[in-house]
């Protein structure tokens, strides 16, 4: 198989270096996001990227809204916190609210331009949006849905155990057949063109 490269080596990482980024790869990144494709090219994203390498009112809430579990990405040195609301995209038939779809690939495509260029740029549900939104003045009808804990890749020795095992296990993916089929839906797509 024949992967392209920053698809195959991007992992979720959480092993994270204090040293700066170039701002000019910190506004590559938020360009690469806002290059991704949307419902009738609606663009629903809505990113704030807040530095955390210097103290700031928004980096310290930020923090303070990550959960316990996410304690890890205190560290990274930007965050980008991804927003989006269903009215900045198409409403169709059968509950299909693209803004979330939309901003998704947005989110890829700047997870896959940190892996371009050697960062980590890790998504996380595990905080809590009432203290984002205040932090970051977000409108009651926008919906801050992901943090990116971005740096570069740093020592794991803060990491609990499991973490640092993940850090560099295997990928844990159902198998192909399982989620992908041919034909119909439930048909087994089991062997590769
Ligand atoms: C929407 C979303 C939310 C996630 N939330 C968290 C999180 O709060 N904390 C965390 O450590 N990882 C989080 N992750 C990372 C996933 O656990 C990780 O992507 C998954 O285990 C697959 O591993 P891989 O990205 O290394 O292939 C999240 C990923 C996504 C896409």
Known sequence: MSIINEI??????????????????????????????????NQPWRIIAIKNETPSAQAEGVRAALTPGNAWAQRATWFFVLCTGAHLDCRLEEGRDYAYFDLGQASMA????????????????????????????????????????????????????KQKTDENSPRNRRPMEEVVYRGSYGVPFSTLP
């Open 110 to 161: 700047l997870q896959l331009q940190a892996q371009h260029e050697g960062l980590i740029a890790h998504p996380m549900a595990g905080f809590s949006p009432s203290k984002v939104r205040t932090a970051l003045s977000i409108p009651k009808e926008i919906v801050p849905l992901v943090v990116l804990a971005v740096g570069k890749p740093g020592p794991v020795d803060a990491l609990s155990d």
């Open 8 to 41: 195959e080596s991007r992992r979720a990482r959480r092993g994270l270096s204090p040293e700066p980024l170039d701002e000019r790869i910190v506004a590559e990144l938020a360009y690469a996001a806002t290059l991704a494709p949307s419902c009738s090219n």
